[in-house]
């Protein structure tokens, strides 16, 4: 099973761009995806979340700017990012909790990161 995240840049500050993580591999059933990300020096944060329900839990951050969404027809999960700042730059994760073909236990995998810089 592989998270690939794409979608990061270079962006000014007002600007817009859409993250998506696609989930491949040997899947039966993806629950919740989230969206975490991590500036220099900083931990890792939560951004947004969505369970398999379609529930979505933002930071206050990033509340009223971002949307989480996903399309389980390709296990992919979007972030729009929409009046960003430069407070925003930070590499993005994406990770999903997601039940393998064969298996009875969910596990949590984690997609390799992509740089978003919003310039001022």
């Known amino acids: 099973v592989q998270l690939q995240a794409s979608g990061g840049g270079l962006m000014q500050a007002g600007g817009s761009l859409r993250l998506s993580c696609a989930a491949s591999?040997?899947?039966?059933?993806?629950?919740?995806m989230a969206w975490h990300r991590q500036a220099p020096g900083k931990q890792r944060e939560l951004v947004a979340s969505?369970?398999?329900?379609?529930?979505?839990n933002y930071a206050d951050s990033v509340k009223g700017r971002f949307t989480i969404s996903r399309d389980d027809s390709k296990n992919t999960v979007y972030l729009q990012m929409n009046s960003l700042k430069p407070e925003d730059t930070a590499v993005y994760y994406c990770?999903?909790?997601?039940?393998?073909?064969?298996?009875?236990?969910?596990?949590?995998?984690w997609g390799q990161g992509t740089q978003v810089t919003v310039s001022s």
């Open positions: 990770n999903a909790d997601l039940i393998r073909r064969g298996w009875s236990r969910r596990t949590e995998y």
């Open positions: 591999g040997s899947i039966f059933s993806i629950n919740a």
């Open positions: 969505i369970t398999g329900g379609g529930t979505t």
